[in-house]
């Protein structure tokens, strides 16, 4: 391999790292890996508690070159907050993807933001990953059947190592991620099976599979006829019959690509088509409704009529990746899906607006769950996301918890006589991290516990909780 870095001609530019909002503050990377035991603790951990939180989010190995677009570009960092009697300690390593191996032979980025379209010659990067883009496992962090497994979007994940957190090779859980995976599957907690889809910019343009409880494929890459043009899908819903697809139309644009435009077009006038895709493989029934867009998914469930609620953070559209721009509120919805008529119902769930992230206990996936946490703003707002919030389904209360520091995605965490909710914080102004405990039927009262960390944990996206 010859050392032309330096000089390849057609090398991107640094990105003004000082100056862009994702790569300072709160979201600036954070580059050192440590193992850190008996951490600090205000207030007392519940004795109930057994288990490790894990957390995934971009967190670029060098200072970026090209571009830097969040939440799309970065290298994954695995952040692990583990608890046991009273206790908490901390671990974080990246995602060692062969980019970031080679990057850290080399001391400095060679593969470029996704949106600039550079890709390092041979000369720099050897045959084998000559012409590739950066591969992206930094989006969320899943177990199933034993794998831990780093996910990116469109892509087969990472396995890592359970105990070390070493990153050990790519995952396509027994061919059902052979042509990739969402960074969002859904694992059904009764049958033990993981459902998951892909979009391709190829025809088929979306497949779905299953993984059984036991790790093996039941149902390889299946296409889902029915798209005339490659989408953009984020995230599902599972319920027990169906696999609930909202076909946004955020539409891949391959010849605007190539003639300098943008890769993402939205297109309004195709409203949104919903795939409801029974899981016993039988017909597709596609339901269309109107124009809006959707990141994430909360849950869903099947309704003894035989309609399909769905809830989820509808937003007006995409906004970040595409025009327009502007205000958009995303707000809790809740969907109703008629798949004997095709009716759709739509109604907002919480007065909230500006939320995002919405978990449930993830033992409630499939059925009705009656509570869901956000990541939102107080009244106060300022300017980020500073308050966790929980919305009662039912009820239709919502109680907040502010404690007025950048803060993450909430996880459900079953205790072993309560249950608890967690979110990883940290303050703007000293860039401190903390993770918060709070009692699950009481979150408003503040924490029961506030983990000191022992190191600054970037705002991220997506974890997970692992009992112990
Ligand atoms: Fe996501």
Not at 165 to 186: F, I, N, W
Not at 208 to 214: F, L, P, T, Y
Not at 418 to 438: M, N
């Amino acid at each position: 391999m010859t050392d032309t870095l330096a000089t390849d001609p057609h090398r991107p530019a640094p990105v003004d790292v000082v100056h862009h909002t994702h790569l300072t503050g709160v979201f600036a990377p954070q580059r050192e890996e440590v193992d850190v035991a008996e951490l600090r603790v205000v207030g007392e951990i519940p004795g109930d508690l057994h288990g490790s939180y894990l957390r995934n989010g971009p967190n670029p190995r060098f200072d970026p070159i090209g571009s830097f677009v969040f939440p799309l570009d970065g290298d994954g960092m695995i952040h692990r907050i583990s608890i046991a009697d009273g206790k908490a300690s901390y671990s974080n390593r990246f995602v060692r993807t062969p980019m970031v191996e080679l990057e850290e032979q080399r001391g400095e980025a060679i593969w470029s933001g996704v949106m600039d379209g550079y890709t390092p010659p041979a000369s720099v990067v050897g045959d084998a990953l000559a012409g590739t883009t950066r591969q992206l496992p930094d989006i969320n962090i899943v177990e199933h059947a034993g794998r831990l497994m780093a996910m990116a979007e469109g892509d087969k994940p990472y396995l890592m190592d359970r105990t070390q957190l070493a990153t050990l090779a790519q995952e396509d859980c027994d061919g059902a991620m052979r042509v990739g995976s969402t960074a969002h599957p859904k694992i059904d907690p009764h049958t033990g099976e993981m459902v998951l889809f892909n979009y391709s910019l190829e025809a088929p343009y979306l497949t779905w599979s299953v993984v059984g409880a036991d790790g093996s494929a039941l149902r390889s890459p299946t296409p889902i006829d029915g798209l005339d043009k490659p989408i953009m899908i984020h995230d599902m819903a599972l319920t027990q019959k169906y696999v609930v697809l909202f076909v946004n139309p955020l539409v891949f644009d391959l010849e605007a690509a190539m003639t300098g435009g943008s890769l993402l077009s939205w297109e309004p006038e195709r409203g949104t088509r919903i795939a409801l895709i029974p899981r016993d493989g039988s017909a597709i029934r596609w339901i269309d409704t109107e124009v809006f867009w959707v990141w994430h998914f909360a849950n869903a469930f099947d309704n003894p009529d035989g309609t399909v609620t769905v809830d989820y953070v509808e937003h007006l559209f995409p906004g970040g990746l595409t025009k327009p721009t502007g205000v958009n509120n995303p707000a809790l919805t809740r969907a109703r899906l008629n798949p004997s008529t095709g009716a759709v119902s739509r109604t907002q769930i919480s007065e909230r607006t500006g939320i995002e992230f919405p978990r449930v206990d993830d033992r409630l996936l499939t059925l009705d769950h009656g509570r869901i946490a956000t990541v939102g703003k107080s009244d106060a707002d300022d300017g980020f996301l500073e308050s966790l919030w929980f919305h009662d389904v039912n009820s239709g209360r919502d109680e907040v918890f502010s404690p007025g520091v950048a803060i993450g995605e909430p996880i459900y965490i079953p205790g072993d006589g309560h249950d608890y909710w967690g979110a990883i914080g940290t303050d703007p102004e000293d860039l401190k991290s903390r993770f918060y405990i709070l009692d699950a039927d009481n979150p408003a009262d503040g924490p029961l516990a506030t983990i000191d960390l022992p190191i600054r944990v970037p705002a991220g996206l997506h974890g997970t909780w692992l009992a112990e």
